[in-house]
């Protein structure tokens, strides 16, 4: 368990009230609601749903298959386009992606179609009876993908499809990255990472080897040198620092931390639970963290963020969802010191409240202090430098911390490419991960391809 | 509130919504049940000779829409499945009990005078105010030379209508069948034959759909099908048309007119009258939303005949038949241009994709810097021919907009273009 939470007590519920404080917040749709939701879709042509999406789904052909019972259909238009489409239906923030542009999001219309939970029915109720795709004749090529979570997956399978053998390496035990170890428990029920990664491997070509952690047992030149070409999706290891004293002291934790805990946990009776907890942040994994908090027991939970709810990273959807679950929001307030009790455990956080000052955001003078045995930093995540230390890895150009790459996911090493949170490019979503493991799938086959046209 | 009430070929009612004949006037119970709702009249499900027909199951299936909204339905449900004797008494009874309620007879029996002769009195016994000749019934009876058979003869609708008249004082409504090429033609036999008035349309030959498992067409009987009749909303622009082809028709213009085909609301009434009808019979929709349907419809026919300062159904009815006419007499030199309103658009791009793959390319996509995209009318090249307007899911977003091209009244009759035009 986590030892710098091994001082607090356990939930008082049972198991199974706990289990189902943690099933799908949002139910699956059944037969007639997902038919009823299909014909609200007006099948737009060059869809705004369409343009939204990150991964390029062809949303309003996906939904007319569902509406002419055609559910294989659907899933097979979704998957070609986003083999994680079974979990990018879960964990999508579709509010402010397809279902914000939905032409039913305008005000004079009623409500956007429910595209992710059509999306869900859809991969959900397909039951291939082998796997959709078929790989194309081996071309005797070798890819090596770095991380198996959404973006070296996604590269892994279209490389598979595209005849070329994929050794993934992975650090954890088990692969999925953020859909196994990172999103909320009630987002991605029911061991849904797993049992995705077993359909996806299901075209065959896909080795995993588990326990390879670049920059430890695993250099970028030896990859380099063995494979055709190297796929880097290492995502962001590194958990933000708030830079205060007492930091790792006990009781004081990153969310991801306890949420891979929660995630992994068989019993949740067992798991530490803060029962007054402060969480600081404001983006999806913040209210993920608060929230699951509250569902575990806890009595008070409060989520401070620096700045207005209007910068807040997490939607308005998120920020629904964590105050139906009882968490405080509270603005305008920086952590200041972190409070100890004789013990040296946390017992609380002292705050400087903030204000905009000449745009600029400064402390109003005042603070104050909130009581807690739990605080959960998500105050975002960092690239892990660790993993790029051997002498080729150190040459990788670098935009900010993050890997620099171009349209084509072209790192500026010929033969490396990267995709998903470790690079610059677009925003932190799985979505965009699958996109981006895609896309270099494509680039790094249409480079070995030309290669052996060339050869 | 304007007055809903009518005479229509002698048989006076409080109002022109009536039950069709059809399953839900088919005994006293249902039809007490349609007089307490407030139906104006009822045509009791057709009346044959003893023995009484025998029917199968099932009978209906239907034809649904993207969110199984009805349609249409078919059915393959046959005349009356009870003794004459029983339906006599009910009809002597209901009449009795609702005398201001309009109640006509339907009829079918072999076509052969005696038949007629035999049952005709025995309905005018019972009080009715009318009968209705079932010639129409497209599964089972034509079969055995009825229904259908008769309609789809000019020959024999006039016969049979005569001898209707002949033994028989009650108004003769006689109802044609849709089932044909051209409906003025049963029209005009009936008017020769004396027809106090018709009825139409009955219902239309037809298959829904097919089980694609069992590879049978619906419904199904057993492991197997047979064709039925189509009603509901899908036939109403069928029907609309049939009444108009009579009523603008010189040789049946004044017969009477009750409209049939797929209303379900007030507004598919008003329709049907100001292209002729003098009432209006409904079945598909009750049959979907029972008797109490009717309410709306009556409420909504007198409200919207208040705002246009109609006092009375003759004030409006027939009124749009002077407008109907060939398509030889249509203004060549008229134009239309469709106008999309951008603050209503929603961006669907169904208006844009319809004319470019299937008309005339007349409608813009020009991309936004967001990448959603804006769609604008090319006005030169637009026909207006209505379809981006249809497509439109937003009512009112496209207007079809009259183009002043101050070019005079031209029909094709006088169009130079015409090679066979009418020289002046």
């Known amino acids: 368990m986590i030892k710098t939470l091994n001082h607090l007590p356990h939930p008082r519920d049972n198991a199974a009230v706990l289990a189902g404080h943690f099933t799908d917040l949002a139910p699956p749709l059944n037969a007639r609601q997902a038919e009823l939701e299909a014909s609200r879709c007006l099948y737009c042509y060059d869809a705004p749903c369409v343009n939204a999406c990150p991964s390029e789904i062809d949303i309003p052909s996906f939904i007319r298959n569902i509406q002419q019972e055609n559910v294989q259909g659907a899933a097979q238009k979704i998957l070609s386009a986003n083999i994680l489409g079974g979990s990018c239906a879960r964990v999508c923030p579709t509010e402010i992606l397809c279902q914000q542009a939905c032409v039913r999001n305008n005000a004079h219309e009623c409500a956007p179609v429910l595209i992710g939970q059509l999306q869900r029915y859809a991969v959900d109720h397909a039951q291939f009876s082998e796997h959709p795709f078929q790989r194309a004749a081996a071309t005797g090529k070798r890819i090596a993908v770095v991380g198996a979570g959404p973006a070296g997956l996604s590269c892994a399978h279209r490389s598979a499809m595209h005849g070329h053998e994929v050794v993934i390496f992975e650090a954890r035990e088990k692969a999925g990255g953020l859909n196994e170890y990172g999103i909320a428990k009630y987002k991605l029920v029911d061991d849904y990472a797993q049992q995705e990664l077993d359909f996806l491997l299901g075209i065959g070509g896909i080795e995993i080897r588990h326990g390879q952690k670049l920059g430890d047992n695993l250099s970028l030149s030896e990859l380099h040198q063995q494979f055709d070409a190297v796929f880097l999706g290492l995502g962001l290891a590194a958990s933000k620092q708030l830079g205060l004293a007492d930091e790792d002291a006990p009781g004081l934790l990153a969310a991801t931390d306890y949420i891979r805990e929660l995630r992994q946990a068989d019993d949740l009776t067992q798991l530490p639970l803060a029962d007054r907890c402060i969480v600081l942040g404001a983006g999806n994994t913040a209210i993920d963290m608060a929230v699951q908090m509250a569902r575990l027991g806890a009595r008070d939970v409060n989520l401070v963020y620096r700045r207005g709810l209007d910068e807040m990273g997490a939607t308005h959807h998120e920020q629904d969802i964590a105050k139906a679950n009882q968490v405080r929001l509270l603005t305008w307030a920086q952590p200041e010191q972190v409070l100890l009790d004789a013990n040296g455990q946390v017992r609380g956080m002292r705050f400087a409240r903030t204000h905009m000052l000449d745009g600029r955001l400064q402390p109003t003078g005042e603070t104050f202090e909130l009581a807690a045995d739990g605080i959960f930093k998500a105050i975002g995540q960092a690239f892990d430098s660790g993993a790029l230390a051997d002498p080729l890895a150190r040459e990788l150009k670098r935009q900010g911390d993050r890997i620099a790459v171009d349209e084509h996911l072209r790192t500026s090493i010929p033969g490396v490419y990267a995709g998903g949170d470790c690079t610059s490019l677009d925003q932190d979503l799985t979505v965009q991960a699958v996109q981006h493991g895609k896309r270099a799938a494509e680039a790094i086959n249409a480079q070995l391809m030309l290669n052996v046209e060339a050869a | ?424």
């Open chain 2, 1 to 424: 509130m304007a007055d809903l009430s009518i005479v229509f070929a002698g048989i006076k009612a409080p109002n022109p919504f009536w039950l069709a004949s059809a399953p839900p006037t088919d005994k006293a119970y249902n039809v007490v049940r349609a007089f307490e709702a407030g139906w104006g009249g009822v045509v009791w499900k057709t009346l044959g000779e003893d023995p009484a027909a025998v029917n199968v199951s099932s009978r209906y299936s239907a034809h649904y829409g993207a969110n199984r909204e009805v349609l249409g339905i078919n059915n393959i449900e046959l005349i009356t499945d009870r003794s004459l004797e029983i339906n006599l008494r009910e009809i002597t009874q209901v009449k009795k009990d609702w005398p201001d309620r309009a109640l006509i007879v339907s009829l079918m029996v072999p076509c052969v005078e005696e038949s007629w002769k035999h049952i005709l009195p025995l309905v005018e016994a019972t009080g009715a105010d009318g009968i209705e000749l079932n010639f129409g019934c497209p599964h089972g009876m034509p079969e055995r030379g009825m229904g259908a058979a008769v309609g789809q003869v000019p020959e024999y609708v006039e016969q049979v209508t005569r001898w209707c008249k002949t033994y028989c004082s009650l108004p003769v409504i006689v109802k044609l069948t849709p089932n044909i090429t051209d409906i003025r033609v049963a029209a005009r036999a009936a008017h020769r034959g004396g027809a106090d008035a018709v009825s139409l349309i009955n219902t239309i030959n037809s298959i829904t759909s097919v089980d694609l498992e069992r590879m049978v067409a619906l419904p199904t009987v057993g492991n197997q099908s047979t064709h039925g009749g189509y009603c509901g909303s899908a036939v109403k622009p069928i029907a609309l048309n049939m009444c108009a082809e009579i009523a603008r028709d010189p040789q049946t213009q004044g017969l009477p007119i009750c409209g049939i085909g797929g209303i379900g609301s007030w507004r598919d009434a008003a329709e049907f009258i100001a292209l002729g009808s003098g009432a209006v019979q409904v079945c598909t929709a009750a049959m979907l939303h029972g008797f109490r349907i009717v309410e709306e419809m009556k409420d909504g026919l007198s409200r919207w005949m208040d705002s246009q300062g109609y006092a009375n159904l003759s004030q409006f009815s027939g009124r749009a038949v002077g407008n109907t006419t060939d398509w030889k007499y249509l203004d060549i030199n008229y134009q239309v241009i469709a106008k999309i309103d951008q603050h209503a658009c929603i961006g669907c791009g169904r208006c844009h994709i319809a004319c470019e793959d299937t008309s005339h390319q007349a409608i813009a996509s020009l991309k936004n810097p967001d990448g959603t995209h804006a769609y604008e009318v090319i006005d030169e090249e637009c026909v207006g021919c209505n379809l981006c307007q249809i497509t439109c899911p937003v009512a009112d977003c496209i207007e079809m907009v009259p183009l002043e091209n101050g070019k005079p009244f031209l029909d094709w009759n006088h169009d130079p273009r015409n090679p066979f035009h009418v020289v002046l």
